[in-house]
């Protein structure tokens, strides 16, 4: 069974700045896509930023130019750093793994984003 390691959730007012992290395994970090999905509310589930093994990123364009992907391979860790949080960045954070393309393969157990003032 995969399991993640996810931390960095939390309440922070609009325009503030959160970073998550997500440890996983050395076998499934060195092999899989990495990624962060979230779900608001009453809405489905969206990729919201994903690094491959080799760097390469993809933002969600709603998150462009204020969240920043990436990987530390020597701590099996991805991060998801978000500056200038909005109201509607408002989910539950899941660190993900996958191979190819498609939905993921592994999910982590979520961690909370809330921002409001």
């Known amino acids: 069974q995969v399991q993640f390691v996810e931390s960095g959730g939390g309440l922070v007012q609009p325009g503030g700045s959160l970073r998550l992290s997500c440890a996983a395994s050395r076998t499934i970090f060195t092999i899989y896509t990495m990624g962060w999905y979230r779900q608001a509310p009453g809405k489905q589930r969206e990729l919201v930023a994903g690094?491959?093994?080799?760097?390469?990123?993809n933002y969600v364009n709603s998150v462009k130019g204020r969240f920043t992907i990436s990987r530390d391979n020597g701590k099996n860790t991805v991060y998801l750093q978000m500056n200038d949080l909005k109201p509607e960045d408002t989910a539950v954070y899941y660190c993900?793994?996958?191979?190819?393309?498609?939905?993921?393969?592994?999910w982590g157990q979520g961690t909370q984003v809330t921002v409001s003032s």
């Open positions: 690094i491959t093994t080799a760097g390469g990123t």
């Open positions: 993900t793994a996958k191979l190819g393309s498609g939905i993921p393969d592994y």
